[in-house]
C-alpha cells in the first residue's frame, strides 16, 4: 500500500470487533510511534497501554461513549510540558502538544496499515485519567486512542476541503 493509499485507508473507528490484537501488530504500532520526530528529539511522551479487562473498563470511565466501551485495547497518549522545547522567539510556543500529534498520527497509521482502526478522543476527563491510572506529573493525559479491528471494512468517504483551499502558492 502507498502512502496515499494508507491515509485514505484511516479513519476514525467507532464501532471494534472483540477480537484481541496480536502482539506482533501491537509491537509494529509501538515501533512506528517510538520513531515519531519531535521538537529538538526531546520526546517529550509516554504512551500507557491499556489492555486488561479491569483497567479497560476504569478508561470507560473516562470518556461516556457507547462506542468507545467496544474497543479492546485502549493507548493513554501523555505529553510532558516541562520536557518538551519551547521556541523563545518572538512569543514562546511549547510544542509538547505538537509532539504527541506527531506522534499520535504515526500510532494511528501504523495500526490502519496492520489492519486496526483507531480514533482520537480528546475530550475527556483528564483528572479522573490521571487517578485512575496513576499518572503524576509531569505526564499529562493528551488523548486516548482505542485501538482494536474496525467491526466493518467499508471505509467512509472523508470529505475534505479542496487542495485550493488549504494551500495557497505564495
Not at 18 to 27: C, G, T, V
Not at 119 to 142: H, K, M, Q, T
Request: proline fraction near 6%; charged fraction near 25%.
Amino acid at each position: 500500500m502507498n502512502f496515499l493509499d494508507l491515509v485514505k485507508a484511516r479513519y476514525s473507528v467507532r464501532s471494534y470487533e472483540q477480537r484481541a490484537i496480536e502482539a506482533d501488530k501491537l509491537q509494529y504500532v509501538m515501533e512506528c510511534t517510538r520513531l515519531a520526530p519531535s521538537a529538538v528529539n526531546l520526546q517529550p511522551w509516554k504512551f500507557y497501554i491499556v489492555s486488561n479487562p479491569d483497567d479497560c473498563a476504569k478508561m470507560r470511565q473516562c470518556y461516556h461513549r457507547d462506542w468507545f466501551g467496544e474497543a479492546p485495547m485502549y493507548i493513554i497518549a501523555c505529553s510532558n510540558h516541562d520536557e518538551s522545547w519551547k521556541r523563545r522567539r518572538s512569543e514562546p510556543k511549547d510544542h509538547a502538544d505538537i509532539d504527541i500529534s506527531i506522534a499520535v498520527e504515526h500510532l494511528c497509521l501504523a495500526a490502519a496499515e496492520v489492519g486496526l482502526g483507531t480514533c482520537w478522543v480528546c475530550n475527556f476527563d483528564v483528572e479522573l485519567c490521571r487517578e485512575l491510572f496513576g499518572i503524576a506529573a509531569p505526564y499529562e493525559p493528551a488523548v486516548l486512542i482505542p485501538i482494536g479491528y474496525p467491526a466493518t471494512s467499508e471505509v467512509p468517504e472523508k470529505t475534505r476541503k479542496p487542495i485550493d483551499e488549504v494551500f495557497v502558492s505564495l
